[in-house]
């Protein structure tokens, strides 16, 4: 059951990108040097000597400065990336003119092939993704979606891999309004070589991109001694950090300067400059955020595999078929199990359903701080032409919500793998 609006007309997610023309891509690359201005940053480049466009330019994804540090790294070659619908909020002509490829976050949409043909094959640009989808929530990598493989078998060109070090420190997803005095750092590699993609199999070229993917922003920190000194570093980190190690209590976390504490039992972290964390009595459950976040994860794992996961709420709902403004759906109710999301509403008198099933699921769009429609914590259910933005009342939970898709998606990978092994034993 569709949403009843008014005007059904929704914003053309097939449309071919553009060409980005060479002005194009020198004006990109002028105002990505302008954005810099007064940042520290550095490139480095390993076995790109000989690396010609076309090629497949993967990228891990911290913040906006991925873009202008990517688009500065790969010129003169022109890039046309693979962006998503709310990126496009507003800016639809800018986006369209700067060869950006549209997608609703976590759907599966078959025009995306043709896209990249077009880019490959026909301009002989690069293809830049950021196969993560989203602004990592702990400085570590997260999924990859197996089809990864697959596109870049596919595609037959050279694979080129952008890992970034320090934006998520300078400007964490859970706090981005207060940047933090941390240099920034990209470390460019070609990992595949087309001659050689065509003798690998899909499962090698996953496990090589995935090998090459793999960064952790705390380990980094420490390794390069960068001493993060702002008072207020470790504000919004319970967004992330939402149960609490010691009395197992969820969504009552809450932090202020230097310091993560629990409101139910009153236990309390400090985050020092290094990025370390230290209980201020007791014992110390983890060394850093990503070995917590990590246990949160198994946390909800346990709670799939017994059958007891379970979730559901009233949500304020905003959603946006096209791309000049967000429509106000009123107040709908979400629910989350093993199956999938269920979005319930009723609009302009009539009611409404969407479903989006668990299989096609590799993890979900979550904001702690929304900056096109509210500054508070929001999940993003697309399907492939609508995606609702919902507010829940309950406050905190949508880290949950992201570990729970993305821990099935994860149960089906090893469900399928386990049945095609067996497959194979049998014969
Ligand atoms: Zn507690």
Redesign the pocket.
């Known amino acids: 059951m569709d949403v009843n609006y008014k005007n059904n007309r929704r914003y053309d997610t097939d449309k071919p990108p553009r060409k980005v023309g060479k002005f194009i891509n020198f004006l990109i690359y002028t105002l990505s040097k302008i954005a810099l201005t007064g940042i520290d940053y550095k490139i480095e480049k390993i076995g790109m000597e000989d690396v010609k466009a076309p090629y497949i330019y993967l990228s891990n994804h911290m913040y906006f400065v991925d873009f202008e540090i990517n688009a500065i790294a790969n010129y003169p070659y022109s890039i046309n990336n693979v962006a998503t619908i709310d990126g496009y909020y507003r800016r639809p002509f800018l986006m369209e003119l700067a060869g950006c490829i549209c997608k609703r976050k976590f759907t599966t949409d078959m025009s995306l092939f043709a896209s990249i043909r077009k880019v490959l094959d026909e301009y002989g640009d690069i293809l830049g993704m950021y196969p993560e989808a989203r602004y990592t929530p702990i400085g570590t990598t997260a999924i990859l979606p197996e089809s990864l493989g697959i596109m870049i078998k596919r595609a037959g060109v050279d694979v080129v891999v952008g890992i970034h070090h320090g934006n998520y420190l300078h400007t964490p997803f859970w706090n981005y309004r207060k940047k933090r005095k941390v240099p920034l750092y990209l470390r460019m590699e070609k990992i595949i070589d087309k001659e050689e993609l065509k003798e690998m199999s899909v499962a090698e070229i996953n496990e090589r991109v995935r090998n090459a993917m793999q960064y952790n922003e705390y380990t980094y920190q420490k390794e390069n001694n960068i001493h993060i000194t702002e008072p207020f570093r470790a504000e919004g980190l319970h967004k992330v950090l939402y149960q609490?190690p010691?009395?197992l209590?969820e969504s009552?976390m809450n932090s202020k300067g230097t310091k993560i504490f629990?409101e139910?039992?009153g236990?309390s972290w400090e985050l020092t400059e290094l990025g370390e964390l230290v209980a201020e009595d007791g014992v110390t459950e983890f060394a850093t955020p990503p070995e917590w976040f990590e246990w949160e994860r198994k946390q909800v794992r346990r709670q799939l595999e017994d059958g007891t996961y379970h979730f559901e709420d009233e949500v304020e709902v905003y959603s946006l078929p096209r791309t000049m403004r967000f429509e106000k759906l009123g107040m709908g109710k979400l629910t989350h199990t093993t199956e999938g999301f269920t979005l319930t509403g009723n609009y302009r008198d009539r009611d409404y359903e969407i479903t989006r099933n668990t299989k096609t699921l590799y993890g979900v769009h979550v904001e702690y701080d929304y900056c096109y429609i509210k500054p508070h914590d929001c999940i993003d259910i697309s399907t492939l032409d609508d995606s609702f933005y919902c507010y829940p009342k309950k406050q905190n939970v949508i880290t949950k919500l992201s570990f729970a898709v993305e821990e099935m998606y994860d149960m089906q990978v090893n469900e399928r793998r386990r049945r095609k092994s067996k497959k194979e034993g049998n014969e």
């Open positions: 609490c010691h009395c209590t009552k629990c139910e039992c236990k």
